[in-house]
């Protein structure tokens, strides 16, 4: 039969449960890559305005990712850049995330081994 | 190991230790998200600065209409980057708030399974897509909202023709009141099935990896 200290158990893991790093970097980058990919293809796609060319403001992503443009070749070229800065992005996000914890958690443990010692 | 069965009562869940858990989350992902909003759009800035354009940030620029005394100079960088960690941080403290109001019920769910209280010493958070999806959906469709009215309010929706190239992926969306109800819930949508999807591939990568997402 489960107690209310194993309640208290669990609601210690909901907070204190960690990430997943690798998953996370991977649903990351999976999600920002599908993510351009589709935003670039649609306006392949949709075609442009006459006397205008195709995505004229996506494009310039290509300042910061180079290589990438607004056509077939350059949404996998921005797949595959979006996939690695998402995968950092993820990997950097769950890092702190799980870090602060341990951070937090030790602090708990010294302040009480400290106060333990000091009633001692 | 004990099983839970349908007629052992469930153990209160202590809702005080509950809040205060959701509050340490909550000042943990400000703390984190505000690190990294601020230390993204400082090196964006940079990178704009340094790439030898004839019109540095020609379009970041435009994120001075949003956050006052930015633009894309040295000294705009370092106004940035505390914006960037503002607006991080009140994101980061809005999504945990939102997606919090799940854990009641994951907690509750963990307890009426039969699990060893060794589970909790390698517990892997489990990502709801769905919670996820209504919590970064609203604060994205709200962001719209808000900036789309901004720009209404200033009096230069006329003049805004970046904003109204959203209409490319949201229909029915314009620099107008009525425009950004429309794009606000387009906007959710979007997000929403993205947030489905990393939700996804995050559960399966876990489990594949041997984690048990609690």
């Known amino acids: 039969m489960k107690t209310n200290m194993d309640a208290d158990k669990a609601v210690l893991m909901a907070a204190f449960a960690k990430f997943d790093v690798v998953a996370l970097a991977i649903a990351l980058g999976a999600v920002l890559a599908t993510s351009l990919f589709l935003a670039t293809i649609f306006l392949v796609l949709k075609g442009a305005d006459p006397g205008t060319d195709v995505g004229n403001h996506l494009r310039l992503i290509g300042v910061y990712l180079p290589g990438y443009s607004v056509s077939w070749s350059g949404a996998l070229i921005g797949a595959a850049y979006a996939l690695g800065l998402g995968a950092v992005m993820g990997f950097i996000l769950g890092v702190l995330w799980n870090m602060t914890h341990y951070i937090y958690v030790a602090l708990i443990v010294i302040r009480t081994t400290w106060v333990n010692l000091m009633a001692d | ?214």
């Not at chain 2, 809702?15 to 703390?31: G, P, Q, R, V």
């Not at chain 2, 370092?78 to 939102?98: E, K, N």
């Not at chain 2, 307890?111 to 990502?127: C, F, P, Y």
């Not at chain 2, 769905?130 to 719209?144: T, Y």
Request: charged fraction near 10%.
């Open chain 2, 1 to 214: 190991m004990p099983q839970s069965s349908g007629t052992t009562p469930t153990p209160q869940i202590n809702m005080a230790l509950l809040k205060a858990a959701i509050k340490l989350n909550t000042l943990l992902l400000a703390s984190v998200s505000g690190l990294l909003g601020g230390l993204l759009l400082f090196t964006i800035t940079f990178l704009s600065l340094n790439k030898g354009m004839p019109y540095p940030g020609h379009y970041l620029n435009l994120l001075g209409v949003f956050l006052p005394g930015y633009n894309v100079s040295p000294a705009g960088a370092w106004i940035g980057l505390f914006w960037g960690a503002v607006v991080g941080a009140l994101i980061g403290a809005l999504f945990y708030r939102i997606y919090a109001r799940t854990i009641e019920t994951q907690v509750s769910n963990y307890l009426r399974q039969g699990r060893s209280s060794k589970d909790l010493m390698t517990s892997v958070m489990k990502i709801d897509g769905n919670s996820l999806g209504l919590a970064l959906g609203a604060i994205v469709a709200i962001g719209l909202l808000i900036s789309t009215n901004w720009l209404v309010f200033r009096g230069t929706a006329n003049e805004s023709f970046n904003a109204a190239l959203f209409s490319n992926y949201l229909p029915g969306y314009s620099v107008s009141t009525a425009g950004s109800f429309v794009g606000a819930i387009e906007i959710f949508i979007i997000v929403y099935l993205l947030c489905l999807l990393f939700g996804w591939v995050y559960n399966k990568i876990a489990v594949l990896r041997g984690g048990d997402p609690q």
